[in-house]
C-alpha cells in the first residue's frame, strides 16, 4: 500500500493512502479525514496538497480527485451524488458515511466524469 508522509518541524505524519477519505480546505490548512473517522491537520492549502499528491502518487495518480474549492476525494469512496441537494456522499459500505456540502457544478462535473470513465 502506497503511503504519504507529511513533515512539519514538529512531527510527522505517516498515512495509508487507501485510509483517506477526503481532504478539506481550511485557510491555509488542510485537514485529512481517515476512514477510522481521525483526523489530522497539516500546515498547507489544498492547492499545495494537490502538488505533494501528485509528487508523491505520481501526476497520472487517480486515486483523489479535487471537488470544488474546498475539497480532494478519495474516488474509491464516492457513494452518491446528489446534484439538487448539493451532497456528496462518501462511504466504505461498512462503518462510515460522511456527507459533505458541494457547489451543483462541481457534483455535475465529477458525476459527468464519473459516467465517462466508469471510475
Known sequence: MAKLYFNTRDELNRI???????????????DIVMVNKLHASVCMNLSEMEKTLAE?????????????????????YIYQINVLK????????????????????????????????RI
Open 16 to 30: 495509508d493512502v487507501s485510509k483517506i477519505v477526503y481532504f478539506e480546505a481550511d485557510g491555509n490548512y488542510t
Open 56 to 76: 508523491q502518487l505520481g501526476p497520472n495518480d487517480t486515486t483523489f480527485m479535487r471537488i470544488g474549492k474546498r475539497f480532494i476525494v478519495n474516488m474509491q
Open 86 to 117: 448539493q451532497q456528496l456522499i462518501l462511504s466504505d459500505y461498512d462503518h462510515f458515511a460522511f456527507q459533505v456540502t458541494i457547489s451543483k457544478e462541481a457534483l455535475r462535473k465529477v458525476k459527468d466524469l464519473m459516467l465517462q470513465t
